[in-house]
């Protein structure tokens, strides 16, 4: 009775698990005439979660379709970062501010590229002098991730001037916070 009852709770499991993976990764026909390159694009980041086996189909035609950011999730399946960092670069010789942006954040994190704190500075202070593309909360994540860059580097003037704009902007006080403890850190620093 209890083996009994055991096996169907695991096969009425499973169902449940395969009916909700499936509704995670609708299957939409990929050469629908009507396709756009949003639903593309969602079901390329959809398949690196739910239905690895279709990522390169689902990325490509978003790619194809204009959806660039589709070669993120197409480098990390692959573990080759080589096109979407061409993609990148070519954007952000555009003046990119979206491809600045991320250049930065790779070289900060070191994915696909050498990790790089002072190159990664480099482009979050370009990405933040392309005034058109941003908002508010973007800006005060990009000078938050400077501030941090700028302690590693000893810049304290520099993590005084990037804290600042978060304090004075952030709308996350969790994150004005600890812009005001960084801040307090780099004055010691300063004083010393």
């Avoid at 009916?19 to 980041?45: G, H, V, Y």
């Avoid at 930065?104 to 696909?112: D, E, I, M, N």
Wanted: aromatic share 12%; with cysteine; hydrophobic share 40%.
């Amino acid at each position: 009775m209890v083996k009994g009852l055991t096996s169907f709770v695991f096969a009425l499991s499973l169902l449940s698990f395969v009916d909700a993976n499936a509704s995670m990764f609708p299957d939409i026909d990929i050469n629908d005439s009507s396709l756009t390159s949003d639903t593309a694009a969602k079901q390329c980041a959809k398949s690196f979660m739910h239905a690895p086996h279709k990522l390169l189909l689902w990325c490509e035609k978003a790619y194809v379709m204009g959806h660039w950011e589709s070669l993120y999730y197409i480098s990390m399946y692959t573990g080759d970062g080589s096109r979407y960092l061409d993609e990148l670069n070519t954007r952000m010789n555009q003046g990119d501010a979206n491809a600045i942006n991320t250049l930065a954040w790779l070289y900060q994190s070191g994915r696909f590229v050498n990790k790089d704190i002072r190159e990664a500075a480099r482009l979050y202070e370009l990405y933040l002098s392309q005034e058109s593309n941003q908002v508010i909360f973007l800006k005060s994540s990009t000078h938050y991730e400077l501030a941090t860059i700028y302690e590693k580097l000893g810049m304290w003037e520099k993590v005084i001037t990037h804290t600042q704009y978060v304090i004075d902007n952030a709308d996350r006080e969790g994150r004005i916070a600890v812009a005001k403890d960084l801040q307090k850190q780099a004055r010691k620093k300063i004083k010393l």
